[in-house]
Every structure is written in structure tokens, then in C-alpha cells.
């Protein structure tokens, strides 16, 4: 018989991502774009190789590949809804693997907007984030691995993810003390955010003149709101921050590179789910604390939006 656990799952999966690929094809911001990539991948793929291998190679090939395998036998509508559907359904079944026997939670998080809007509005990074979670996930670490080293080849911001499992890595092998490692991340993470944008442009990469002239006067609100939840973290114990230094990293590159970086609130995106995940195994007051916070964010983010078209939804900062 199947556990009621597992079978809850599967059924909220499967929902969760049918609804999601049933929604108005045109009714969210930047659709038109993603209906391009669609129906025209080929092209891009082509311009881009025309440019060099290296620009074709920093310039998300795998998400245009995924297109043209797709877009051979639909439509372009038809193709969005597949990778809608693909994307949000390994999410999902990957999350309540993750939380094990916290489905309620798992639930929650899948609706949280910094998740959801990743099967609605950028999709791109929503096929990016199924694919790594799943690698992430894998038992085979070397078909794991594999996935995980992909998925910046379908949303760049995990090159910097990858960049951060490495600096996590080295310190491991360095074993470094809980301290040294902070010291040497926050190092890193500041040292990266002044010259990502220049390495983007060296590489060719979509994302160098997408922000090239971007404004980083933001209000304030996220650095605050995750300042805060980085010291729930930090106030854990030698134990947890062990079993779960890699998304309590990601934060922290958030955090330090917060008015350096303009992307930087898409890495925090594409780790999210780890954080969630990491915040179930807090103990005392930290846990419902950390959950508060991010349940009441969310709330006050869609009840915000009460009223407002679909095309205006868009992260909560």
C-alpha cells in the first residue's frame, strides 16, 4: 500500500503543476519573450554560435536546446506549457522528497512567491532550479553532479551557485574552523560581486548588457529582511550550520553583495528552496520564528496584489 505521505505528494505535484501549465499562456510579464524562445531557439542558438563557441557557451544553451527538442513536435504555446508543467513537477516531487515527512510545509513552500513565481514568470530559471534541486537531490551523485553542473546552462545565476558549493568545498577540505569560514565566504562573496558583471562581459553573457546600467538604490527591505534570518541561522549551533552551510551560504552571499550586485536576488532565488528546507531542521524558537517570517512576508506580498492584473506580479524585493 502506498504511504499516505507519498501519495498526498504525487497528487499535489501533479495538481500543482497542472495548474500552473493551464494558466493564460499571455496573461504574465515577459510571456512574449518566453513564446520567442519557443518558437525560435534555433535562431538565437545560431546568432549566439556566430558570435563564438565561448559566447554560446555563457548564454544558456541548454534552456534553447530544451526549446528546439520541444518546439520539433508542438506549437510554441504547447511548449511553454511542457516546460511549465516539466519544471514545476520535478520542483514539487523534489521539495516533499527533501522535507520528508513535513508535506504541510513542503505545500507551503512550493507557494511561497520567491518559489512560485518561478513556474509563472521566469521560467527560465524555473527549469534551471528543477534541474539542480533534482541533481541536488539524486542518491547517483555522479548523474547528481551532472544535473547540478548543467543547470548553468539553463539559468546562469548557477554558475554562482556553483561558485559557491566550491568555496564551501574547499573550506571542508581546508577544515577550517566555523569562524575562518565565515571570514573566508564573506571574503569571496564581496570579492566576486565586484567583478561578476565584468567576467559576464568578457564571457559575452546575455546578463553583462541586461545590467550593465542597472540601479541597485533598492529600499532596503530584503538586506534587512535576510540580515535577520541569516542571525536565526548563525544562532544555531556548530551542528546546523555543518549540516547545512551550502543555502545558509547562498544567503550570505545575498547579503554581501546586496549593493554590489544586481542579480543577486535571483541566486537567493535559485537556492531558496535549500533554505526552506534548511529552516525545518531549527530547533527551540528559531523555527517558528524563521517560518513566521517567511509566511508573513508572503501573505503581505499577495495581498498586495489583490486586485492587480497577472502581468503585474513580480518578486516580493
Not at 539559468?155 to 558549493?165: P, T, V
Not at 564551501?168 to 577550517?176: K, P, S, T
Request: charged share 10%.
Amino acid at each position: 500500500m502506498v504511504p499516505t505521505r507519498t501519495l498526498y505528494a504525487v497528487v499535489f505535484s501533479l495538481a500543482y503543476a497542472s495548474v500552473l501549465a493551464s494558466l493564460p499562456v499571455d496573461a504574465f510579464i515577459d510571456r512574449e519573450n518566453y513564446l520567442s524562445y519557443a518558437g525560435r531557439s534555433d535562431i538565437i542558438l545560431e546568432r549566439s554560435r556566430a558570435l563564438g563557441w565561448l559566447v554560446m557557451l555563457f548564454n544558456e544553451p541548454a534552456w534553447l536546446y530544451l526549446n528546439i527538442l520541444i518546439g520539433t513536435y508542438l506549437p510554441a504555446e504547447g511548449t511553454l506549457r511542457v516546460i511549465i508543467f516539466g519544471s514545476a513537477l520535478a520542483l514539487s516531487m523534489t521539495t516533499f522528497a527533501l522535507c520528508r515527512r513535513n508535506v504541510i510545509w513542503a505545500s507551503v513552500f512550493l507557494l511561497v512567491p520567491m518559489v512560485l513565481k518561478n513556474n509563472v514568470i521566469h521560467l527560465r530559471q524555473g527549469v534551471g532550479i528543477a534541474v539542480f534541486i533534482t541533481g541536488y537531490h539524486l542518491r547517483h551523485r555522479a548523474v547528481g553532479k551532472g544535473l547540478m553542473a548543467v543547470s548553468g546552462f539553463v539559468h546562469a545565476s548557477f554558475f554562482i551557485i556553483g561558485f559557491i558549493g566550491t568555496v564551501i568545498w574547499c573550506m571542508d577540505i581546508a577544515r577550517l574552523s566555523a569562524r575562518g569560514k565565515v571570514v573566508i565566504a564573506t571574503l569571496s562573496f564581496v570579492a566576486l560581486g565586484t567583478v561578476v558583471i565584468v567576467i559576464a562581459g568578457f564571457l559575452g553573457a546575455r546578463q553583462a548588457e541586461v545590467y550593465e546600467d542597472f540601479d541597485l538604490s533598492g529600499s532596503g527591505f530584503g538586506f534587512v529582511f535576510w540580515l535577520l534570518l541569516m542571525a536565526v541561522f548563525l544562532s544555531s549551533g556548530r551542528a546546523f550550520l555543518a549540516r547545512h552551510t551550502f543555502p545558509i551560504a547562498i544567503v550570505g552571499f545575498y547579503i554581501a553583495t546586496y549593493f554590489t550586485v544586481p542579480f543577486t536576488a535571483r541566486v537567493l532565488e535559485s537556492g531558496m528552496v535549500l533554505i526552506l528546507v534548511a529552516s525545518l531542521d531549527l530547533t527551540g524558537w528559531r523555527k517558528p520564528t524563521f517560518l513566521a517570517m517567511i509566511v508573513t512576508l508572503s501573505l503581505a506580498f499577495y495581498a498586495s496584489r489583490i486586485g492587480e492584473p497577472w502581468l503585474g506580479w513580480g518578486a516580493p524585493f
